[in-house]
């Protein structure tokens, strides 16, 4: 941990690996029949364990130590917090995804916000100037669609979106999603308001129960349990003596929500995928359970359907701002790019409004 505190701000990484077209279980479960060892390895390479593990017909979904990991047949994502090294995890699991199950890799996405403790990053990590050259290295040749861009508001160095990914081609081939155009949504949250954080500090009476239990009292006393679907099935961890970390799995969709409610560094993400439109709507609860003074929004979508319905980024935009404004919170600033593997990225960064600021 850095001296000055718990860096929140998890790095993500998302592979998307060739699954074989002949069938048969390689072709069925896909990374998903990885040898524990190898996942320990990765993880290990990262520094960070895992704390819990569950799954369903679709994908694994870990706890960590530092975030979570869900591993699908062809999708590997992996976020982590604090001072890990996620980077690298990528030589690890492409030497057994490519040894253990023949599977080549054919996409890499990698996004993270602004550090809110840069200087204590390990190497790639302190520069996304570093991490990129670092990426560019580590994935084959053959994926050679790259880009990479900081995607940053005017006038706000604290709140910048960074943003990699390198594919084999510019289509979306989507195997875990069954090609339905699907969002990935990440919410970042800091200022957390101090009552609702305290929430996620264990109480004397938390020493009866296990760390499970205590997360599951957590997802339940704080609301978030109203943020995701009821059919999920949710896996709450509480930390000592306070964070908190939950994965709930719906179908192919995960959500994922990650809590630092230490004063001076409160932080707090809410992370949904393989979801429909309908998780935009989700932002808004989930933001209502922090009341931050801060927030920023990554949506990214496949832009595979050419209707005339097919979804723009300005329209995220506004589905955005509709679930986030109500909540007293101003859009300061937005900004949408296409990436190679025909996604796209939008970017929005709210601000607690005046009014708000001193009613709370
Ligand atoms: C792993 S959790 C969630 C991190 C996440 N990225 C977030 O959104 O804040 C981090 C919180 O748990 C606390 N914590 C306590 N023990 C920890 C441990 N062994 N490893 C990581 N975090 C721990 C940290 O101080 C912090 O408040």
Not at 151 to 180: E, Q
Not at 248 to 257: E, I, N, P, S
């Amino acid at each position: 941990m850095a001296s000055s505190g718990f860096e929140g701000y998890e790095k993500r990484l998302e592979l998307v690996f060739s699954l074989p077209r002949c069938g048969g279980a390689r072709a069925q479960h896909g990374l998903r029949l990885l040898p524990v060892g190898a996942l320990r390895e990765a993880l290990e390479a990262v520094q960070c364990t895992v704390v819990s593990a569950a799954g369903n017909a679709a994908f694994d979904a870990y706890v960590l130590s530092e975030s979570s990991l869900f591993v699908y047949p062809s999708r590997a994502i992996l976020k982590t917090c604090g001072a890990t090294r996620l980077l690298r995890a990528v030589p690890v699991l492409l030497r057994a995804a490519g040894d253990e199950l023949g599977l080549a890799l054919r996409s890499c996405r990698y996004s993270r916000g602004s550090f809110l403790f840069p200087e204590a990053q390990p190497f790639p990590h302190a520069d996304f100037a570093d991490e990129v050259r670092y990426l560019d290295g580590a994935v084959p040749s053959g994926l050679r669609f790259r880009r990479s861009s900081v995607m940053m508001p005017p006038d706000d160095c604290r709140h910048r979106w960074h943003v990699y990914t390198a594919s084999t081609s510019d289509d979306d081939d989507d195997h875990d999603f069954n090609g339905v155009t699907h969002f990935t949504v990440e919410v970042c949250m800091t200022e957390l308001d101090r009552t609702l954080a305290r929430r996620f500090f264990l109480t004397p009476r938390d020493a009866l129960r296990t760390s499970h239990a205590t997360g599951d009292a957590m997802t339940a006393a704080s609301g978030l349990g109203g943020v995701i679907n009821p059919r999920s099935v949710v896996f709450g961890y509480a930390f000592a003596p306070c964070g908190y970390s939950m994965n709930a799995l719906d179908g192919a969709c995960y959500a994922t929500v990650h809590v630092t409610p230490e004063d001076g560094h409160s932080y707090a993400s809410y992370e949904r995928g393989g979801a429909d439109a309908g998780a935009l709507a989700s932002i808004g609860k989930a933001v209502a359970v922090f009341r931050p003074a801060t927030v920023s929004v990554s949506v990214c979508y496949g832009t595979k359907e050419r209707t005339p319905q097919a979804i723009d980024a300005a329209w995220v935009w506004s589905a955005v701002a509709d679930a986030v404004e109500p909540l007293g919170l101003a859009c300061r600033s937005r900004a949408a790019e296409a990436f190679p593997g025909a996604m796209t990225v939008t970017y929005q960064t709210f601000t607690r409004t005046p009014a708000r600021l001193h009613s709370t």
